[in-house]
């Protein structure tokens, strides 16, 4: 069953429309990737899912419920968290501090942020520590804990393993994976690193200039000609 149905969505800055009529699914418990060139829309679906930009037509339906004119914190309310590009964390506020704020749609649980520690063992051990004197690599494993905080049951992750040393890519790649297989949180990945996303994915979507080209199971877009040609070539 979809947990977030997205139906001919329309969306963009000012005049300029980027999404051109998106339709997409995401099944609960499932991992769904977003794959495409930069400048294809990807990051604007993640956040016109969070309401903001608003999108100018179609339905976002999240759970049956039509989310497309709700406000940001409303969206997330009913469980959806986004980790958005760039990663966004506060730099002045403590590791723990960030991790607190990512649950302010429900309630703190101390419960949550130990499964946050178990994933990411070095924020544990830096909880006291400014995010903003993290690497790279740590600040991405802070905020994908921090929208994980809010115990949601579709986590957007945009780019997470943008700029990372292939080893912490790898770390960074099977979190994700424990988050879906252990807490059975949907997730809908964007990456531009499109082998490790497809080989983790249970679907794709190619997203090209604002709309959906190709849809399939991982293993499909993986072994189609025209998708190892335009994005694995070199992978
Ligand atoms: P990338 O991987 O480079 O982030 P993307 O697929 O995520 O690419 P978007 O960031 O969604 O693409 O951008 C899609 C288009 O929208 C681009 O042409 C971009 O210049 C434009 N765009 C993005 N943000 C804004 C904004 N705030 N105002 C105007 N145009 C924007």
């Known amino acids: ?48 899912i969070c309401g903001s930009p608003r999108a100018s037509s179609g ?52 419960k949550r942020l130990r499964h946050v520690y178990d994933l990411f063992p070095v924020l544990y051990e830096r909880k006291q520590q400014r995010g903003g004197t993290l690497s790279g690599g740590e600040q991405q494993m802070l905020a994908i804990g921090r929208a994980f905080m809010a115990r949601p049951q579709l986590l957007l992750l945009d780019e997470p393993s943008l700029g990372l040393a292939p080893l912490m890519v790898k770390r960074i790649f099977e979190a994700i994976n424990e988050i879906n297989e252990v807490h059975g ?26 709309k959906i080209l190709l849809a399939g199971s991982g293993k499909e877009l993986l072994t189609n000609k025209d998708i190892q040609k335009a994005y694995l070539e070199g992978a």
């Not at 001919?8 to 977003?34: C, F, H, M, P």
Request: net charge neutral.
């Open 1 to 48: 069953m979809a947990c977030l149905s997205i139906k001919g969505l329309r969306s963009g800055y000012g005049n300029i429309e980027v999404l051109k009529g998106i339709s997409i699914d995401v099944n609960a418990g499932e991992i769904v990737t977003l794959i495409g060139a930069n400048g294809a829309g990807k990051t604007t679906l993640l956040m016109t």
């Open 59 to 110: 339905e976002i339906l999240f759970n049956d419920c039509n989310v497309v004119a709700k406000a940001t914190h409303e969206i997330m309310g009913l469980g959806i968290s986004h980790s958005p590009e760039g990663r966004r964390i506060f730099p002045h506020m403590t590791v723990l501090e960030n991790l607190q704020l990512g649950s302010f749609t429900k309630h703190f649980s101390e």
């Open 185 to 210: 949180t949907a997730i809908l990945l964007v990456e531009q690193n499109a082998l490790q996303a497809l080989r983790l994915a249970n679907r794709g979507y190619v997203l090209v200039n604002g």
